[in-house]
């Protein structure tokens, strides 16, 4: 079930703000790129080598790897494409990653995680051009969001930094509204850089049957692990 960012208190760290944020009054997407470093928590906008806008962000709860499974909340490590975008969500602007990508599916398939049926699927859709299917154990819905509409969205605000999301990338609302007027559909997304979880890597049991094809995605909000830690009591 998603949870909003209204019902969930704010993670217990100090909230950073941009190194460096372009402001526009007009799109700019030709020949942009985003590269995220999952080790700095840091996000550069390029336009041709020309960097347009740097953005400090957050990631998954348990780091970032090259390789991720439904649930683990890890960031996934490797090249994407903003496959779509949604306006308004519970944390702003959201711009969905195709992710998992051909890379992703080929582990998948030999780690017994995924079917053939499902590799197949998630190829032939990057082959044309199309996001790949989302249900799939790899998990999916990952992408690009702000804070939500209770950290509000003035040019002061802040991102929550560090590890706290299940997967995503996460920025404060004021720079997602920044990058959302850099990007398109299809602008290039890397994500480089491994970074270690605040739990060790999740041991999966990669022998388990496949998953049903419509299992449901992942969540794009709080880890499970940091609401469970966010709603347990305080110590005396």
């Known amino acids: 079930m998603a949870y909003y960012a209204a019902r969930i208190p704010p993670p217990p760290v100090a909230p950073v703000a941009s190194a460096a944020a372009a402001t526009l009054s007009t799109p700019i997407s030709r020949q942009v790129r985003i590269v ?4 700095d928590r840091r996000m550069t906008v390029y336009q041709g080598n020309a960097v347009l806008a740097t953005f400090p962000v957050a990631i998954g709860f348990n780091g970032a790897a090259p390789r991720r499974a439904r649930g683990d909340d890890i960031t996934p490590v490797g090249h994407y494409r903003v496959g779509w975008i949604n306006y308004g969500t519970r944390y702003g602007t959201f711009m ?14 030999r780690q017994g995680i995924i079917s053939r049926a499902q590799y197949d699927a998630i190829v032939s859709a990057i082959d044309s051009g199309r996001t790949p299917p989302q249900n ?13 509409p209770q950290f ?23 720079d997602v509204q920044q990058l959302a007027a850099l990007v398109k559909v299809g602008t290039p997304v890397e994500i480089v850089g491994e970074a270690p979880g605040y739990r060790h890597t999740i041991e999966l049991s990669y022998a388990r049957p496949t998953a049903r094809a419509d299992a449901k995605s992942d969540d794009v909000s709080l880890s499970s692990a940091v609401r469970s830690s966010l709603s347990a009591p305080a110590a005396p």
């Open 152 to 174: 509000g969205d003035a040019p002061d605000s802040k991102v929550f930094p560090g590890r706290w999301t299940a997967g995503c990338v996460a920025l404060s609302n004021w």
């Open 36 to 39: 995220v470093s999952a080790a």
């Open 136 to 148: 799939t154990p790899l998990g999916g819905a990952i992408g690009i969001h702000g804070m939500g």
């Open 96 to 109: 969905g990653l195709t992710y998992p990508n051909r890379e992703d599916a080929a582990w998948g398939l």
